[in-house]
């Protein structure tokens, strides 16, 4: 049964879409083979209802006033918020997005949906214990003390404030090759030390500068990326970092799913498309029931990672395929286990033997597992999984056991013991994040070419790759992005 679906605040030219999409349809394998597709007109279509797609979707339809069809791959909205319930009690553990930085504007987006928010606290009373997770050896770090890190946040605030609006909330002002800082083109281990600011990387590295795997080795502009100004302010008291008061973070993406109701296609990707200068037609199928939509859209919005993988349905040209090709990433997994030997007051960290006695600045390469962290939930502890841009989710899993069994034999647990099997009790793949090009590519001009790519071919690009890897961050760049996108409609 074909139906049609009009929901474009001005008609999309009818005449040239139909034939178009039907065509793009008569060649696909369908559920059934009277099944033709469902033929929906947008004015804007995203893809990836994650932080920065269903953001966006949420703001074009319903203060904008412009139709949207939101494709995401899960059954669910929210992309790396992963919040567990426990069956039992009905507790919550976020071990996904811990909290949400106070950009302006941020709390309104939770207002909107009456969701009640508080200051994020982490009242864990846990006990680090550094051990070298790849032999097992406890290693006698002892870093500043936290009134020496939070001094240290606050001059490295002081000395990278002038160059927030290069990279924040986007590559928009990024300067030429010539006017790049030097600064941001070092290693951030460097970049650190050359301005005495070794104290403050714990709290750095194990905030949020462990994602891009070695920090120290890391450039600095992208380091920057992964904690920067906003996390800066947050450590320093300048921002305030709030969750949900109940119901963990998944309660905004869950109000946003049934805000935007059938406007979502869930289990579905992209697998066929057409982009052109005047409207895009993307080929969707859903996974679960096989059904295929087609969707006439006068713009495109992506909101995924660029990956090879996410981006070959996407009718790419080669200017496009060679530039995003540049980019690599690491790979990012956390989920939960519950096996009982672990001690509930011990946040078990990964560092090499060489951080020993003070050394703030050597961390494991990746792949790796950076931690195993107390939830609070029965004998549930987090495992964060740090991996390269090949690490699959098998890979992530088995080192996550390796690290476990090392462990285990070297008696860092309550019971030692030869071998265990890892209980996951969840466990999710939050994919390809922190993008990054070499040196040599920023120096010949990758940002600039990246952004020749917005606004392309009907195609607008949000998500981490174009701005910053923080939810609110990512709402940030997106209001920037949406008058560009809806210019014109
Ligand atoms: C462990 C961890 C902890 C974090 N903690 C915080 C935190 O405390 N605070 C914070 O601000 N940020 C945090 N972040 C970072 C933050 O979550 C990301 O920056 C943000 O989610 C990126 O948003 P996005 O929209 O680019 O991608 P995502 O949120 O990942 O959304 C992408 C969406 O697209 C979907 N998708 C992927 N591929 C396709 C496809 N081909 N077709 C259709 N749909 C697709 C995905 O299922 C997903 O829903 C954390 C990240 C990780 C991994």
Known sequence: MLSVSWKLSRQFPPLVAIPFALSLGAALPFADANDLPDIIYRDVAVIGGGASGAYAAVRIRDDFHKSVALIEKQNILG??????????????????????????????????????????????????EYIDFRTGSKVDFEP???????????????????WESMLFPGYWNFPEPSDIPDDFLIPFGEFLTKHGLEDGAPIIYASTGLGVGNMSEVTTMFALQSFGWDMA???????????????????????????????????????DSRRTDFGVFLTVRNHKTNKVTLIIARRLLVAIEPTKDN?????????????????TYSNEFAGLVDN????????????????????????????MVASFQYTGLENLFRVMVIGNTTTTA??????????????????????????????????ATHGAMHARVTVDQVKAG????????????????????????????????????????????
């Open 79 to 128: 992309g790396m918020v992963d919040t567990y319930v426990d069956q039992k009690t009905g507790k919550t553990f976020d071990y996904g997005v811990q909290s949400f930085l106070n950009v302006s504007g941020a709390t309104d987006f939770f207002a909107r949906f009456n969701i009640s928010i508080g200051s994020s606290s982490s009242s864990s009373s846990s006990v680090t």
């Open 446 to 489: 990758f940002f600039q070419d990246l952004y020749k790519l917005q606004g392309a071919r009907s195609t607008w690009w949000t998500g981490g790759a174009f701005s910053a890897n923080f939810q609110t961050q990512l709402w940030k760049f997106d209001e920037g992005l949406i008058p560009k996108i809806l210019k014109g409609l």
């Open 144 to 162: 500043p003390s936290s009134s020496k890190q939070i001094s240290a946040i606050a001059k490295f605030l002081e000395v990278i404030e002038p």
């Open 340 to 367: 009982p030997v672990f001690n509930e007051s011990t946040y078990y960290f990964n560092l090499p033997s060489s951080a020993a006695p003070d050394n703030t600045l050597v961390y494991q390469e990746d792949p």
């Open 311 to 327: 981006v070959k349905t996407l009718d790419l040209s080669p200017v496009e395929s060679s530039t995003l090709a540049k980019f």
């Open 233 to 271: 302010r947050g450590l320093t008291g300048k921002m305030g970092l709030f969750t949900p008061t109940s119901g963990g973070n998944q309660v905004l993406y869950d109000a946003i799913a049934k805000d935007l109701g059938d406007d979502v296609l869930y289990s579905s990707t992209v697998i």
């Open 394 to 427: 098998d890979e992530a899993k088995a080192l996550s056991q390796e690290s476990f069994n090392t462990l285990l034999k070297s008696g860092r647990f309550i019971t030692s013991g030869q071998e265990q099997e890892l209980s996951w009790a969840a466990f």
